[in-house]
């Protein structure tokens, strides 16, 4: 189905709102959707408000309450998220960040009592805007084995960082430190197709191809083993160990048990440039490093060479013009969403 980003913001923010959030925290949390599904990230957009919404109906998340700062410094924070809608808190606490740095050159920002937060790539993004450098992770429930391990230990763990350029665009990376999105696989499911090789291992530890035997009977592996891994600590500890977060074993899934609070963490990193370095010697030199990369020798077939981030902002500019193609288990879980809020979706996806 393709739909304007308009009408599916205005989707997003009316199903939001007749479930009684604050108009203001249903747009920033629209925002965050729907420009994660204008780059064509839909594992991570609209998709999720149908579940995160089902956590508020049944207590997971809450709708009356609202993220605070619980202690900071000068260049850091900790924030509690009191389990409102996680992109709120998300942008409250990467907005704080940024204020943070230009102060200081570089600040800290992390969160405790929150849950899914959609696109680790989106709050990067916000320090790019802002010419800063930003880095955005957070820690998940388990559901990765680590290198050896056959039951999951670690979360997916995704981490994004985002660089500002001279034309707008950032070079920005989103990643999850397994071998694949869980959303991946959960779309599989509702499709019923398989899934690539080296993705799963069922609880004896031997790989399978079937999604339906995540999360109960299976565990995803961690992106080039040992490698994936480590990444996932690292995360863990500046995102739960460091903000009194859940970690580990003890974070519940967010969509097992929709009335058990998540308790996931979340940290935010800006990094002013112009206190480092003037800026226009920045970008002149990041302009001669994306040059370099372009114009490197291309083997047969391949036309172009792509900067981390530029595929994403060519599907942005070309779906904010034409409408944006949303798959078939995005448009399941709206329709689903619709239905349940008796909304009339033909007005809005259209």
């Known amino acids: 189905m393709k739909v304007k980003h308009e009408l599916l913001r205005a989707f997003c923010v009316d199903a939001m709102v007749k479930f009684d959030m604050d108009k203001s925290d249903a747009e920033t949390t629209a925002d965050v959707m729907v420009t994660t599904d204008l780059m064509g990230i839909n594992t991570h957009g609209s998709k999720q408000l149908y579940l995160l919404l089902k956590n508020m109906k049944e207590g997971g998340l809450s709708v009356k309450t609202k993220p605070e700062v619980v202690d900071e410094g000068p260049g850091f924070a900790v924030i509690d998220g009191n389990f409102a809608m996680p992109m709120v808190t998300a942008t409250k606490a990467m907005n704080l960040a940024i204020k943070k740095a230009k102060e200081t050159g570089i600040a800290y920002v992390g969160v405790k009592g929150s849950s899914h937060f959609g696109a680790a790539g989106f709050y990067a993004n916000m320090a790019a805007k802002e010419g800063l450098i930003g880095l955005s992770m957070s820690n998940v429930d388990p559901c990765m084995a680590v290198p050896g391990g056959k039951t999951p230990h670690f979360g997916t763990n995704p981490i994004a960082y985002a660089i500002p350029t001279s034309n707008g665009k950032s070079v920005f990376l989103d990643i999850a430190t397994s071998v694949s999105a869980v959303s991946k696989i959960f779309a599989a499911k509702i499709l019923g197709k398989s899934i690539p090789d080296g993705w799963l291992i069922d609880s004896d530890g031997k790989p399978t191809n079937d999604p ?25 500890v500046l995102s739960a160990i460091v903000t009194g977060a859940s970690f580990t074993l003890d974070v519940p899934c967010w969509v097992r ?18 206190k480092i370095i003037p800026i226009a010697d920045f970008e002149s030199r990041m302009n001669k490093m994306i040059n370099q990369i372009h114009d490197a020798p291309k083997v047969d077939g391949i036309e172009k060479i792509y900067l981390p981030g530029e595929m994403e902002w060519e599907k942005y500019d070309r779906q904010l013009k034409e409408g944006i193609e949303l798959p078939e288990d995005v448009v399941i879980n709206l329709k689903k969403l619709a239905e349940e809020l008796d909304m009339n979706m033909d007005e809005y996806l259209k």
Do not use: R, T, W
């Not at 339906?212 to 690292?234: E, F, N, S």
């Open 212 to 236: 339906m035997k995540y999360p109960q009977d299976a565990c995803i592996l961690p992106m080039a083993g040992h490698k994936g891994y480590g990444i996932a600590v690292l995360i863990e």
């Open 257 to 274: 048990d929709f009335s058990k609070p998540a308790n996931q963490g979340h940290a935010f990193i800006a990094i002013d440039i112009k």
